[in-house]
């Protein structure tokens, strides 16, 4: 099948490149004209394990290309995913300009009937929105073309999406139209062989299982990190707790871990999202308020136990830190509201320097602060300890789990670790001598 998706960021990507991986014939479309070279190059402009084959592989067989050629790209196929960015705006709210832009072009260049796929995570009634403002401009423009808008949410997570894509737990289709149903369940047919994974359901509800998920995921996070609060002031500790109370299943082991707070691209913004939706339609939401405040003062947790430990912020001015891991979360580039900045813009701002090591986010570090001299980006583990005073981990990274840590006390000018996702075992470091601070584990 032809398919053309706008937005080839995390989600656009992954959506288009595993779409032409299992035979259909994607065009994507984006206004980013750095970024659609460089594919267009064969090169992917983000770290997403995986992705890159998949990209040079169907680049080559000619069933992916790119293009910043709108409507070319609407001319391309019957069924366009709509896969650009829903930013926060500044009352929380999804700031829908992006992806009312590309209901617009795509309005004002289609010139036979199409089913605009929402693949953006959008508030609920956005389908009908878009639905409005895409039969506005084809009444402009004379014409009455047939135009179907499916919500279909997207569930991958950063760091397996394309392992996600390819063994979804469930993709939802929004529509109560039979024809756009059918068209559906032809593209996501390869997916689907092993049982039905598509729950079909009305654009409202497919819009408003988006942010639940997301919002019970930030839930669980902040729960979480409230119970280690209590953990830590009574001397119980947060990981023991987390696999007792795993093991029941009807709670279960996954996202049940405290840390540094929850970040990233999505938890934050479609939490606030959800909240300023509700808000709007005069509906009380304070458990989803109380998710967001104990998440704001989660990420400020470790620093507090930096200054505890140091005495004041005074006393960091000078110091160097060591910081193991940037990204929101193992196995991405992805910076965007990560708990690592909150960290490092607390030493910042209290003299300290910072010397960093993360496998794949580097590079996004040094364009985000570009032009500071208080930092400096190493290439491995070790050499970030290197004269520090301590080292604070926050990600988690397969390769922080098992280090030497007497190479690491040799590095370091003392033997401190600040740990916000608790990878180490608190009893044995301190046999080692070390002094490690984690979440809920200890004061
Ligand atoms: P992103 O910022 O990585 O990518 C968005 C892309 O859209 C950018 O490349 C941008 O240049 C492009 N774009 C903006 N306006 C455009 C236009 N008019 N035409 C063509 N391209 C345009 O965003 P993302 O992380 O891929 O997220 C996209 C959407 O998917 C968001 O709504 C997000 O909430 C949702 N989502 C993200 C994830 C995730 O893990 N990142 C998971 C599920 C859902």
């Not at 794949?360 to 602060?369: H, K, S, T």
Request: aromatic fraction near 8%; glycine fraction near 10%; charged fraction near 20%.
């Amino acid at each position: 099948m032809k398919l053309t998706i706008f937005g080839t960021g995390y989600v656009g990507l992954v959506t288009g490149a595993c779409l032409a991986e299992i035979g259909h014939d994607v065009l994507c479309i984006d206004i980013d004209e750095d970024k659609i070279a460089a594919l267009k190059a064969g090169i992917v402009p983000l770290y997403e394990p995986g992705l890159q084959p998949l990209v040079t592989r169907n680049l080559a067989a000619g069933t992916l290309a790119f293009s910043t050629d709108a409507a070319r790209g609407v001319a391309h196929a019957p069924v366009i995913f709509i896969a650009v960015g829903t930013p926060p705006g500044e009352d929380g709210s999804a700031d829908l300009g992006h992806v009312l832009g590309v209901a617009r072009t795509i309005a004002g260049a289609m010139d036979a009937d199409r089913i605009l796929v929402m693949k953006s995570t959008v508030p609920v009634g956005t389908a009908d929105a878009v639905a409005a403002l895409a039969r506005t401009v084809l009444s402009e423009r004379g014409l009455a073309h047939g135009l179907e808008i499916v919500s279909n949410p997207e569930f991958l997570k950063e760091g397996s999406a394309v392992a996600d894509f390819m063994r979804p737990d469930r993709t939802i289709i929004g529509t109560v139209s039979g024809e756009a149903e059918a068209v559906m369940r032809e593209i996501y047919e390869p997916f689907n062989r092993n049982h039905d994974r598509l729950l079909v359901m009305e654009p409202r509800s497919a819009e408003l299982t988006k942010y639940a998920a997301n919002a019970m995921l930030a839930t669980k996070i902040s729960f979480m990190n409230e119970i280690a609060g209590i953990a830590e002031r009574l001397g119980a500790d947060i990981d023991q707790v987390r696999r007792g109370i795993g093991a029941d299943p009807r709670i279960g082991h996954h996202f049940i871990y405290a840390g540094m707070g929850y970040g990233g691209s999505c938890f934050p913004k479609d939490v606030r999202a959800l909240i300023a939706t509700a808000a709007a339609n005069d509906v009380p939401t304070p458990l989803l308020g109380a998710v967001a405040d104990v998440n704001a003062r989660q990420r400020s947790h470790l620093f507090g136990k930096i200054l505890r430990h140091y005495g004041s912020a005074a006393a960091l001015a000078g110091r160097t830190f060591a910081v193991w891991g940037l990204a929101f979360k193992p196995n991405t580039d992805d910076l965007r509201e990560a708990p690592s900045l909150d960290l490092i813009e607390a030493l910042w701002a209290a003299g300290a320097k910072v010397q960093a090591f993360d496998p794949a986010a580097g590079g996004a570090f040094a364009a985000r602060y570009s032009g500071r001299d208080d930092y400096r980006l190493v290439t491995d583990r070790y050499s970030a300890l290197d004269g520090a005073d301590a080292l604070c981990i926050c990600t988690e990274w397969q390769q922080f789990r098992a280090p030497d840590f007497e190479e690491m006390a040799r590095r370091l000018t003392r033997p401190v670790i600040f740990d916000g996702r608790n990878l180490y075992a608190p009893q044995r470091l301190a046999e080692q001598g070390w002094a490690y601070y984690g979440i809920g584990r200890g004061l």
